[in-house]
């Protein structure tokens, strides 16, 4: 059965937008078909159509996750640069560069609050969507920083100091999403622009940097 919601491609998007709104807020059993429907303002039939099922829906809002954040990670190409031949100088500065984009995305981009509230719920009570996540952004594209931090340490990529360090650098951007009232009030903020977010982003790059090289002495 056809949705005779207007075009297919948007009607498809406005679900993802209201499931990973719903599914983040209240969790994938309390979001019923209908209500996601709604949201979306197409008929319910749209979500069999598009998706197959409702946890079909969530699997493709996990997917468009993944997709989104790799490119806020990597740049429009989402790729990381070619390793052979980088530089200890190059693979920070490549560093700290993810760092600007995601903290830029992360503290002033709209989407960036359903991504968050959807990417904690998985975190923290894991679904199929998990595997999704996990597969097809948190390990590849944690082992690719891993792999950026090794060239700029000495230290070995899968080094249990290398891996807890990436995990720091990443965790450093995310509260500033997480806990943004608490930190908007506590700094006196009425928001986060694009001022606000660059005095983040230096803060935690000049983090980075001091890691790095911390880590780096003692290294041959």
């Given at each position: 059965m056809k949705v005779a919601s207007g075009n297919d491609q948007s009607a498809r998007e406005a679900l993802m937008r209201a499931g990973l709104?719903?599914?983040?807020?209240?969790?994938?059993?309390?979001?019923?078909?209908?209500?996601?429907?709604?949201?979306?303002?197409?008929?319910?039939?749209?979500?069999?159509?598009?998706?197959?099922?409702?946890?079909?829906?969530?699997?493709?809002?996990a997917?468009?996750?993944?997709?989104?954040m790799k490119e806020r990670v990597f740049g429009a190409a989402a790729t990381m640069p070619p390793l052979e031949g980088l530089s200890p100088e190059a693979a920070v500065e490549f560093l700290v560069a993810v760092v600007s984009r995601v903290t830029a995305f992360a503290a002033r981009a709209p989407e960036s609050e359903?991504?968050?509230?959807?990417?904690?719920?998985?975190?923290?009570?894991?679904?199929?969507?998990?595997?999704?996540?996990?597969?097809?952004?948190?390990?590849p594209v944690h082992g690719r920083l891993c792999t950026l931090w090794a060239v700029a340490t000495g230290l070995e990529a899968e080094a249990q100091a290398t891996k807890l360090a990436v995990f720091a650098m990443v965790g450093q951007v995310l509260y500033f999403r997480l806990a943004r009232p608490a930190v908007m009030r506590r700094m006196g903020w009425s928001d986060i622009g694009e001022a606000e977010s660059e005095a983040i982003a230096t803060v935690i790059r000049a983090n980075v940097r001091a890691s790095i090289a911390a880590m780096s002495e003692g290294q041959p």
């Open positions: 709104d719903l599914f983040g807020r209240h969790g994938f059993d309390a979001s019923s078909i209908r209500q996601i429907a709604q949201a979306a303002g197409v008929n319910s039939a749209g979500i069999a159509y598009h998706f197959g099922s409702k946890d079909g829906l969530r699997q493709a809002c997917a468009a996750i993944v997709a989104t359903a991504i968050a509230r959807f990417v904690v719920r998985e975190m923290m009570e894991p679904t199929s969507a998990f595997e999704t996540l996990y597969e097809g952004l948190v390990g």
